[in-house]
């Protein structure tokens, strides 16, 4: 399982000319999910996303959670963060895992998240959606449940 985790000053989804989700200050989490992956993976990913501490502290020190700054979550699907591009130029999409277990899982880490964070807003899994955002920083950080013990 894959997190992308943007630090945003604000961040929507838009599907069909339409927002469906945005928050002000928070994470836009783009969410991957592969072969392999459990709620036990889920729940792992999502204990170390909510404990992140990337928000400046008084002193400029990056030492706040969501929680301590009352930030937000935007949970968006994103399948293509399993691309394999080592052959050709066209990526191959092999690793990520089949839709219906990708759409459990992220349901999973969205109910989990919504029992944490106050305020949870989403994508739509397998939509064309249009997400913006303003990235805090830029601060981008990459969390792979095969780093995680």
């Known amino acids: 399982m ?7 000053l604000e961040s929507k989804v838009e ?8 928050i002000g200050q928070g994470f836009l989490v783009l969410i991957g999910v592969t072969h392999g ?13 909510i ?5 400046e502290d008084e002193n400029g020190k990056t030492n706040l959670s969501l929680e301590k700054v009352g930030g937000s979550l935007l949970l968006v699907s994103q399948f293509t963060l399993y691309a ?20 459990d899982l992220y ?8 029992k944490q964070v106050e305020h949870v807003e989403t994508g739509e899994f397998g939509a064309d959606m249009k997400v913006s955002l303003v990235n805090d920083g830029p601060f ?7 780093d995680l013990h």
Do not use: H, W
């Open 2 to 8: 894959r997190f992308v985790i943007q630090r945003v």
């Open 15 to 22: 599907v069909d000319g339409k927002t469906i989700g945005e």
């Open 37 to 49: 992956d459990t709620k036990e993976t889920a729940d792992k990913m999502v204990k170390k996303l």
């Open 51 to 55: 404990g992140m501490r990337i928000f």
């Open 84 to 103: 394999d591009c080592r052959r050709g130029n066209r990526p191959g999409f092999t690793d990520a895992a089949d839709p219906e277990i990708a759409d």
């Open 107 to 114: 349901e999973y880490i969205i109910s989990e998240c919504q």
């Open 140 to 146: 981008t950080i990459i969390l792979d449940s095969a």
